[in-house]
């Protein structure tokens, strides 16, 4: 059984993501964890279970040509539940080629049971986000 918390799970996602990997890996997930994104598209609010988010992230990794190269402004607030932590943060990433820099908010809310993570609700910026992949189809400047 894992020891980790959910800030050592927060920041191993951090790792991943700036290693170019997918954020989760399935070391980090329990079986039957859910992903939420309420914000998201329609048919990608809500992935359950450890293999399909994994397979997602993967695909979502492999499809989008930016490289994450910081996380900003990062704020870790704990709660009354110790299996809990909400997190602020901005993603700075870069166009490779291109010179484009851009970032976007979020603020996730991290469950995590075990050393895993059973709950993952990650609410984004649509309109930020939708800039950030105009800029990988149309190179042109995003924000900050």
């Known amino acids: 059984m894992s020891t980790e918390t959910p800030r050592d ?5 951090q790792h991943n993501a700036l290693a170019g990997r997918p954020g989760l890996d399935a070391d980090m997930l329990a079986a039957d964890v859910v992903i939420e994104a309420p914000f998201a598209p329609p048919g990608r609010r809500r992935t359950e279970g450890r293999e399909q988010i994994v397979a997602r992230a993967r695909a979502g990794r492999e499809a989008l040509p930016i ?3 910081e996380f900003a402004d990062v704020t870790i607030h704990d709660t009354a539940d110790p ?3 909400i ?4 993603m700075v990433a870069s166009v490779p080629g291109t010179g484009t820099r851009a970032k976007a908010p ?6 995590a049971r075990q050393g895993r993570i059973v709950h993952w609700r990650e609410y984004q910026d649509p309109a930020a ?7 990988t189809a149309g190179g042109s400047d995003g924000p900050g």
């Open 9 to 13: 799970l927060f920041a191993r996602f």
């Open 67 to 69: 490289v994450f190269e």
């Open 83 to 85: 299996e809990v932590i």
């Open 87 to 90: 997190a602020e943060y901005h």
């Open 106 to 111: 979020f603020v996730v809310v991290l469950r």
């Open 129 to 135: 986000m939708a800039q950030v992949l105009a800029m």
